[in-house]
């Protein structure tokens, strides 16, 4: 009895981890060539909007047409090439594609050079920023998939600068966005609700709000 720890201690050592924990993870900064991002904890809730995808990589933006990449992901599996979980091309913007029970369609983001440079958010008649400028903020939110690194494993050139231009540009057209960070082995995946809670996309409170 006396090498067992008593409640009063455990509980005591359970409240320090779970605080060490949030403090690190709202208070997690990136520096980098004397740039300092400040990641923020996606805090969901509930909407009656309905998302437009994007992808965010290298400094770049992809927006994602579900209607014509699922239909290109149906015709692949019934042409046999979605069997045993391999990967599969989309003939979308370089993405590649694998359908399984757990995730239901997953989007594998190898080649960024068909995509948008996010620093096209500047430019008025730029496709990004009418693609931006589409999403009827009564119907819909931004939902980004964001990759937390570039290739090489810094902060610049990743996919946060461009997810956070895109977000502070919505912001000011009052559209929401909600976000979740993937990488090459947990890639951006849609699959409907019903299916696994883990297919809930929704909105994010920002850190002012």
């Known amino acids: ?7 009063d201690s455990l509980t005591d050592i359970v409240s320090n981890s779970v605080g060490i924990l949030i403090i690190f ?4 900064l990136i520096h980098d060539d004397n740039k300092t991002y400040q990641l923020e904890i996606p805090i969901e809730h509930a909407t009656e909007l309905s998302p437009v995808f994007f992808i965010s990589k ?16 149906t015709l692949q599996a ?9 990967l599969f091309p989309l003939d979308y913007s ?11 369609i997953s989007f594998y983001a190898r080649d ?5 440079p996010f620093q096209d958010i500047d430019k008025r008649q730029s496709k990004l920023r009418q693609k931006l400028d589409s999403i009827n903020p009564k119907t819909h939110f931004a939902y980004f998939f964001v990759y937390d690194s570039s290739e090489n494993g810094a902060a610049i050139g990743s996919g946060f600068e461009a997810f956070r231009k895109a977000r502070e540009y919505l ?10 960070p993937v990488n090459s082995e947990a890639p951006t995946h849609i699959c409907d609700r019903s299916f696994s809670p883990r297919c809930a996309y929704l909105p994010s409170y920002l850190g002012s709000q």
Do not use: P
């Open 1 to 7: 009895m006396k090498d067992l720890i008593s409640l």
């Open 112 to 116: 960024t050079t068909e995509w948008d």
């Open 78 to 86: 019934t042409n046999g090439a979605a069997a045993n979980k391999r």
């Open 171 to 180: 912001k000011t057209r009052a559209i929401k966005t909600g976000w979740q």
């Open 25 to 28: 993870a709202v208070i997690n």
């Open 58 to 73: 290298d400094d770049h933006l992809l927006q994602m047409d579900t209607d014509k990449l699922f239909a290109n992901a």
């Open 94 to 104: 370089g993405l590649l594609g694998k359908i399984d029970q757990d995730n239901g």
